[in-house]
């Protein structure tokens, strides 16, 4: 359920445009990403017990989860690919790709094939193992909603924690505007590592606990 930075995507969670290590724009952003989010990064939720955030490189594909609070076990589903890179002074940016995947109302594991436009971001500043991506705006098609199989428009906002080089998770923020009007402040979600993005796993990863869901038998 995230909307682009690129004009004209639509979601319907490869790539990337590669970043330019050292140039202003880059340190800038970084700056002002320090600035504006110090709040959040203080009252982020926290990882499971025992684990600290990590600064570990999430370069690659992962199964990434929207669990929202409307349906909690029909998440949306993506093939995330990210890519990470360090300018010359030492600091850490994400750039990611979002490929939306086919679900069939009512279903966590048909069809999940690639549909629409990846949606793509980049200059994601990662601090002490955490980002932010405000994704505004978003449209994702019913193709791709498990949950009424309508379209949906959103506002939205991810907020997450590196876990290790093979999980990534946290929280989601914003409203829902279509087809009806709602919070998504309190959904969820995970991003589990993919040896190979053409075998998903059955079982579905949704939250930092690490709670899973699959379609019944």
Known sequence: MFGPRVPGSVLGLSLLVPLMAGCPDSEAKFNEFLDNTKDDRDFMPPPPPDVMPAQADISGDFLLAVST??????????????????????????????????????????????????????DIPIVDGKFDIDAGVVKVTGMANPVTGGDIEATLRMIATI???????????????????????????????????????????????GDTVRDKE
């Open 163 to 209: 876990i290790d080089e093979d999980f990534f998770c946290g929280e989601i923020e914003g409203d829902l505007m279509s087809p009806l009007m709602s919070t998504l402040k309190g959904s969820t979600f995970a991003a589990v590592r993919l040896e190979d993005p053409a075998m998903l796993p059955l079982d579905v990863t949704k939250s930092c606990s």
């Open 69 to 122: 609070v409307i349906a909690r076990d029909l998440p949306l589903q993506f093939i995330a690919t990210n890519t990470l890179t360090t300018d010359e002074m030492g600091n850490t940016f994400l750039a990611a790709c979002l490929q939306p995947l086919s679900l069939t109302a009512g279903k966590v594991n048909v069809p999940r094939e690639p549909i629409g436009d990846p949606l793509c971001y980049e």
